[in-house]
């Protein structure tokens, strides 16, 4: 009856360990892009490449495992990248995600004039990630929106 008695707060203790583990991850915080290149260049699509700088706000590392995102500027359809691998994000600071675009050319000409005058321009991605700890990975809807300056090209 003792050791009956006892389990209960042990138990309930538990419980409230796992119940607060298990929190929902913060969203990631975009803070800049870097290093854009032009990897491979067609009449149909081009390749572009860049690092994308982000924050994990979270007390927990996490393991970024698959991208599926749709980037718009100034609501034309730049391109799409679908990205397939395992990038460990720390807990608590800066990681970059490398990021490859395929680029429709004929909507880039909608974009292009914008960003080669170095006006501000309305970046919109969409999409999904799949991101994970211990080898268990959720799928979550990404939904950015915000003005960015290219001023390298």
Do not use: W
Request: with cysteine; net charge positive; glycine share 4%.
């Amino acid at each position: 009856m003792k050791n009956k008695i006892l389990l209960y707060p042990i138990a309930f203790f538990l419980i409230v360990i796992f119940a607060t583990a298990c929190q929902a991850p913060k969203e990631l915080v975009y803070r800049d892009f870097k290093n854009l290149k032009v990897e491979k260049v067609g009449f149909a699509a081009t390749t572009l490449k860049l690092d994308l700088i982000y924050y994990n706000p979270n007390n927990f590392g996490m393991q970024l495992k698959y991208t599926d995102l749709d980037i718009y500027i100034d609501n034309n359809l730049l391109g799409h990248s679908s990205q397939d691998y395992q990038i460990t994000i720390p807990k608590l600071s800066e990681f970059t995600m490398p990021l490859q675009i395929e680029v429709d050319m004929k909507n880039l000409l909608k974009n292009a004039f914008s960003t080669f005058l170095g006006k501000e321009v309305l970046v919109k991605i969409t999409g999904t990630v799949k991101l994970g700890k211990a080898n268990v990975y959720k799928t979550f809807p990404v939904s950015y929106e915000g003005l960015q300056r290219f001023t390298t090209f």
